[in-house]
């Protein structure tokens, strides 16, 4: 009982992290592409789409399209989640101008690099046949070969954004953007450690790495091969994990479970060194 109470205080700031969340609203500019990200917690998400913006800015300068695009994305991360990609063409009233922006409204509870990509390049070489623009098929564009323009675009590598304050590490690693794979490496040295399709959290751990990709955890200690772990029965979670290493070879996890009628909070216990993963603390501490 007394390491229960130990965990207990450790693990206060998962009670808040969970529910004393209120909208997070992340505007950036890069160039003519203008970016509004808004969400409830601080996801990966939100440097995804700050990657996303980059891109573009260059899929615009490549295709020489000079007008402003607006990026505006609803992060779905509750329950009732919604997918939806919409088009709003506006033309200027007091010109009439056909050098109109482009502003797309983005629904998802994960992005893909390339996709919005793809999206965003239909948009600019649609713009002068509205027609396209109010009967494109979302489904069709994102299941398109990729054209030689974006394969050129993405061979430039975008290293992760440290525009957002909570989102920022400070230690030795980070990762970039290149030819659609997440390249983790270290900071100093710019070492290769790992790469990846898909990436959802990153975080730091003093002089460790920890990242996520939906269940699977990713575990890095330098000089050191990289270890993977699976995280049983999530029940498609989509919230951030808290993460908290409270000694060299201990790592907290937790997040809370959406059940029937209420949230259940669930503790796993990582020992990296050990090769061992504890799925729920409290059904061990049961046994």
């Known amino acids: 009982m007394a390491f229960k109470k130990l965990l207990s205080v450790v693990l206060l700031p998962i009670f808040s992290f969970s529910y004393a969340n209120k909208d997070i609203v992340v505007k950036e500019n890069y160039g003519n592409v203008n970016i509004t990200f808004v969400t409830g917690y601080y996801y990966e998400e939100i440097n995804k789409s700050l990657i996303i913006a980059q891109y573009a800015k260059e899929l615009s300068e490549k295709l020489s399209y000079k007008d402003t695009i607006h990026l505006i994305f609803f992060h779905q991360y509750g329950t009732n989640s919604v997918t939806d990609y919409s088009f709003v063409k506006q033309q200027n009233t007091e010109t009439k101008s056909k050098n109109n922006s482009i502003t797309i409204l983005l629904n998802d509870v994960r992005y893909d690099i390339v996709n919005i990509l793809k999206l965003i390049e239909y948009g600019i070489t ?76 990153f ?36 919230k951030p994990y808290y993460v908290n290493l409270i000694s060299d070879n201990k790592v907290i996890i937790g997040f809370f479970e959406p059940l029937k009628d209420n949230l259940d909070d669930r503790i796993l216990i990582l020992y990296p060194d050990s090769n061992l993963l504890i799925q729920n603390i409290d059904q061990k501490l049961l046994l």
């Open 203 to 238: 975080n730091e751990l003093k002089d460790d790495l920890i990242f996520f990709e939906g269940q699977t955890i990713y575990y890095y200690r330098k000089n050191k091969a990289i270890k993977t772990f699976k995280i049983e029965n999530l029940n498609n979670y989509s």
């Open 126 to 201: 649609h713009q002068e046949k509205p027609d396209k623009l109010n009967e494109y098929n979302t489904e069709e564009i994102f299941l398109s070969q990729i054209s030689d323009t974006l394969k050129e675009i993405l061979s430039k590598k975008i290293y992760r954004p440290e525009k957002v304050p909570e989102l920022t590490t400070r230690g030795f690693y980070t990762y970039y953007y290149l030819n659609e794979k997440y390249v983790i490496v270290n900071k100093l040295s710019n070492e290769k450690i790992y790469q990846l399709e898909k990436i959802s959290q």
